[in-house]
């Protein structure tokens, strides 16, 4: 299992990763585009699941272990009960070290046919790929949605279904390459230890630009759930006809492993908590992912979505993944009487496209577009460089001035 999710993990190095790694050749000296690492989204934030196991009253559950040789064993029965911690199954099982011995886990009430297992997140954050790993048999049916707008909207990434066609009325990504729903992951053995793995974007990552409005769109995230819609049982289940069916009958999730990092538009390589955020206690030293960057590149924003207040001389762009090219934001010239700039596209298109900076609020008695003279009233004392507050002269200086 372990090797398993090592592999799967490589496999998926994700499109960000392998975006960087590209450039880190190409313009090693000078300033390039970046991402902070990639880590576990669902560490330090709460997983919402509509039921827990022996949520009301101690339950009687019974489940298949782990039967790599695929004989069927008798299943072993145990009690669950929300109330103590021994017998406890909550959701954020899910999110602890998957290393962690013995294994932890959520598990559903008893008897429950749809199930929604959600992760929603304080701010946007990429979404390269998740991996589920249950320790029930997988679902017969389910589906995996994300949604951009904090759960106003959602849409689709994948359909799960042991028969598309019945399920959904959708191709199988088995029989045609790209289709919306697969049967890959559906089958019910193994009874325990069955993974689901989901990539946002398929391979070759390298043909695409992570940060590029395509990519974006298919890669940010607000929230992600995933609606478990069909039990199924173990196929071994017959063979030990004196536990009761019902007794085996509920969704048991190992890990919950969400693979992501903060989103920077290429822009930052660091993250620090997004205002007001309330990390989840958790039992391990897993890091969390922070959803605030700490822009480079003379961007600003909690994304870099924008530049800095005094760099607005060429309009906003993401830095390019594939090439590298970090797509700076440039400093207005303002001879340092400005604090502040703003993009103007006639004078960007007057300038032939090379600057399109107009200062905000010229101080020091300057005035134009790059408080480039001084106001009427004022005049310019050749003495001293321009760029110094003093650079523009009042009447009453002036007479002081020509006096000295
Ligand atoms: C727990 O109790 C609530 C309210 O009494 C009920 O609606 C719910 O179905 C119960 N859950 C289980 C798993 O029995
Ligand atoms: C899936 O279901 C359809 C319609 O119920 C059926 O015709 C088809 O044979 C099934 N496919 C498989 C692979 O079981
Ligand atoms: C037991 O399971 C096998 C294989 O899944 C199936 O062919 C058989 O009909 C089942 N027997 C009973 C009694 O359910
Ligand atoms: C200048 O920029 C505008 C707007 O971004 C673009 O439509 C135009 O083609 C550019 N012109 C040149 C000469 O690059």
Request: proline share 5%; charged share 20%; aromatic share 8%.
């Amino acid at each position: 299992m372990e090797v398993l999710l090592a592999l799967a993990t490589l496999l998926v190095a994700s499109a960000l990763a392998t975006g960087i790694n590209t450039m880190a050749t190409i313009a090693s000296q000078r300033e390039k585009a970046c991402n902070p690492r990639m880590g576990n989204l669902a560490i330090g934030r709460r997983i919402w699941t509509d039921t827990v196991c022996g949520s009301n009253s101690t339950e009687l559950y019974c489940a298949y272990t782990d039967y790599p040789d695929q004989t069927c064993k008798e299943p072993k029965c145990d009690k669950c009960s929300a109330a103590v911690p021994r017998l406890s199954h909550p959701a954020s099982a899910m999110a602890d070290s998957t290393f962690k011995n013995p294994r932890t886990w959520w598990q559903s009430a008893r008897d429950v046919q749809r199930e929604i297992v959600q992760l929603n997140l304080e701010a946007t954050f990429y979404f390269t790929h998740l991996i589920m790993v249950f320790k029930s048999p997988r679902p017969a049916a389910m589906i995996l949605e994300g949604s951009q707008d904090f759960g106003l909207s959602w849409r689709p990434y994948k359909y799960f279904s042991t028969n598309c066609t019945q399920s959904f009325q959708l191709e199988d990504d088995v029989n045609v390459k790209g289709a919306p729903c697969t049967s890959r992951y559906s089958q019910a053995v193994p009874c325990s230890g069955g993974e689901v793995i989901y990539r946002t974007m398929s391979p070759p990552y390298s043909a695409v630009d992570p940060y590029s409005e395509k990519a974006q769109d298919q890669l940010k995230i607000t929230n992600l759930r995933v609606q478990l819609l069909k039990q199924q049982r173990c196929p071994c289940l017959n063979k030990s006809l004196d536990v009761k069916p019902q007794s085996l009958a509920h969704y048991a999730v190992y890990d919950f492993i969400v693979k992501g990092s903060c989103f920077c538009n290429g822009h930052a390589d660091h993250c620090v908590p997004t205002d007001g955020f309330r990390q989840v206690r958790t039992t391990s030293k897993l890091q969390v992912v922070h959803g605030n960057c700490i822009c480079k590149h003379n961007t600003a924003g909690p994304h870099c979505e924008q530049c800095a207040a005094l760099y607005n001389d060429k309009p906003w762009k993401a830095a390019n993944g594939k090439t590298g090219e970090p797509n700076m934001c440039e400093k207005c010239k303002c001879n340092g009487h400005a604090d502040s700039c703003h993009f103007n596209m006639d004078v960007w298109l007057a300038s032939g496209n090379r600057s399109g900076g107009v200062c905000d609020n010229c101080q020091h008695n300057t005035e134009g577009i790059h408080c480039q003279r001084c106001k009427q009233g004022f005049f310019r004392d050749f003495q001293i460089p321009f760029s110094t507050p003093e650079a523009c002269k009042g009447t009453a200086s002036s007479s002081l001035s020509s006096d000295a």
